[in-house]
């Protein structure tokens, strides 16, 4: 799985609630975590239906638009994970 962080460099609330997010996410095998900076890659967040940030992209879709708790972000991707083994 893919997470995509979409942020803004010098975000209060990007920079300060994403370093949970990130060592939750590093705990789960199969974890891809990633960083994109709307300022640099504006194009994939419209493509994504970013309005707000932060957010966050879950194998290419935008399934956060206000971060999540760890807790949350983890059970997201525990029962996509899920979905995934049963063919779904």
Do not use: H
């Amino acid at each position: 799985m893919r997470i995509e962080l979409f942020y803004t460099p010098g975000c209060a609330k990007c920079a300060g609630a994403t370093a949970a997010l990130k060592a939750a996410v590093q705990a789960l095998s199969g974890v891809e975590w990633c960083e994109v900076n709307v300022l640099d890659d504006l194009d994939r967040a419209v493509d994504l239906g970013v309005l707000t940030l932060p957010a966050l992209a879950v194998d290419g879709e935008l399934v956060f638009t206000a971060l999540p708790t760890a807790e949350q972000l983890v059970a997201e991707l525990r029962r996509r994970d899920g979905e995934r083994g049963r063919g779904a």
